[in-house]
């Protein structure tokens, strides 16, 4: 049992933090115009995570807010900000060590996929799900890239 769960647990995150640190693995070391934009990159992505988290942390300490859905700040432009700042910055990482070897790719899109289809996003809105005040924040804001909200339907 003990074997399985090791397998199942530790093996496959050390897998797949293998093949999402490829781009580090295999960066070249000459500065180009795309290692400026990787650092912009992910200093965006820092931000929107740093940012989300703080904002979400404050909105969970304040007794008022028990079992609502935090809809304000970055969470107001998107359901997971801190998850759009998380694959950002790997996306940045990438691009600040950008070389020709194709299969370096593989790490961003193997977190975004991870976020966006695996652990991330599918966990949280399922858990959420059926709820009348995650359902109208759902109809009303971006699931991941922030975008600027519709009007709410009890406002129409």
């Given at each position: 049992m003990a074997k399985n769960a090791y397998t199942k647990v530790f093996i496959t995150q050390g897998f797949f933090m293998w093949l999402i640190s490829w781009s580090l693995l295999w960066s070249d070391q000459n500065l180009k115009w795309?290692?400026?934009?990787?650092?912009?990159?992910?200093?965006?992505?820092?931000?929107?995570?740093?940012?989300?988290?703080?904002?979400?942390?404050?909105f969970l300490q304040n007794p008022k807010n028990k079992g609502k859905i935090m809809q304000s700040g970055l969470w107001a432009y998107s359901r997971h900000p801190n998850y759009f700042g998380e694959v950002t910055m790997w996306w940045g990482i990438w691009l600040l060590n950008f070389n020709p070897n194709w299969w370096t790719i593989l790490g961003p899109l193997t977190i975004t996929f991870l976020i966006?289809?695996?652990?991330?996003?599918?966990?949280?809105?399922?858990?959420?799900?059926?709820?009348?005040?995650?359902?109208?924040?759902?109809?009303?804001?971006?699931?991941?890239?922030?975008?600027?909200?519709?009007?709410?339907?009890?406002?129409?």
């Amino acid at each position: 049992m003990a074997k399985n769960a090791y397998t199942k647990v530790f093996i496959t995150q050390g897998f797949f933090m293998w093949l999402i640190s490829w781009s580090l693995l295999w960066s070249d070391q000459n500065l180009k115009w795309f290692n400026l934009a990787g650092v912009i990159v992910w200093a965006a992505g820092f931000y929107f995570e740093a940012t989300a988290d703080k904002q979400l942390k404050q909105f969970l300490q304040n007794p008022k807010n028990k079992g609502k859905i935090m809809q304000s700040g970055l969470w107001a432009y998107s359901r997971h900000p801190n998850y759009f700042g998380e694959v950002t910055m790997w996306w940045g990482i990438w691009l600040l060590n950008f070389n020709p070897n194709w299969w370096t790719i593989l790490g961003p899109l193997t977190i975004t996929f991870l976020i966006l289809r695996v652990s991330g996003v599918p966990l949280l809105e399922k858990k959420y799900e059926g709820r009348s005040e995650f359902e109208d924040y759902k109809k009303r804001v971006s699931i991941f890239i922030p975008w600027k909200p519709k009007k709410s339907s009890s406002t129409i």
